[in-house]
């Protein structure tokens, strides 16, 4: 068996390297603090977010997808508040809405909130 080791991969055309028409990582990912001061903890291919609103923030790719079709998976820390929920809504090729709920299902800030995004640049 032969191994590969590389420390970058870059697709010739740009954007992100596939395998069997596959992308070999998350297109963005975002780990942000929903409370207080809203600030990105780490990210790829996130610009900045935008708190509209208690649990409710916009979150701006630094490239934009291809088309809406892209798939999100989500987390949050539910130490602050057992039974919380985050949702993900309003998809554009240039951004997305998360938003946050307490176990009463009310939009309530969290402190921990994370998603991954997987699908074509533009």
């Known amino acids: ?3 590969i ?13 596939t395998v069997k028409s596959q992308h070999l990582i998350p297109t963005a990912w ?7 001061t809203v ?3 780490g990210s ?6 935008t708190d509209q609103s208690t649990g409710n923030y916009i979150i701006n790719f630094t490239n934009n997808m291809a088309n809406t079709l892209y798939c999100m998976a989500t987390g949050i820390d ?7 929920m ?12 998360a938003l946050t709920r307490n176990n009463a299902a009310s ?6 909130i994370n998603v991954i995004v997987l699908g074509e640049q533009a």
């Open 44 to 49: 790829e291919n996130i610009s900045s977010l």
């Open 107 to 112: 939009l309530a800030d969290q402190s921990y």
């Open 1 to 3: 068996m032969s191994t």
């Open 30 to 36: 975002v780990n942000f603090n929903g409370t207080g």
């Open 39 to 41: 600030a990105i903890r």
């Open 86 to 97: 985050l949702s993900v809504d309003s998809r554009a090729v240039g951004s997305f809405r």
């Open 5 to 17: 080791k590389a420390n970058d991969l870059t697709n010739v055309t740009g954007g992100i390297p």
């Open 78 to 84: 539910e130490a602050q508040d057992t039974g919380a």
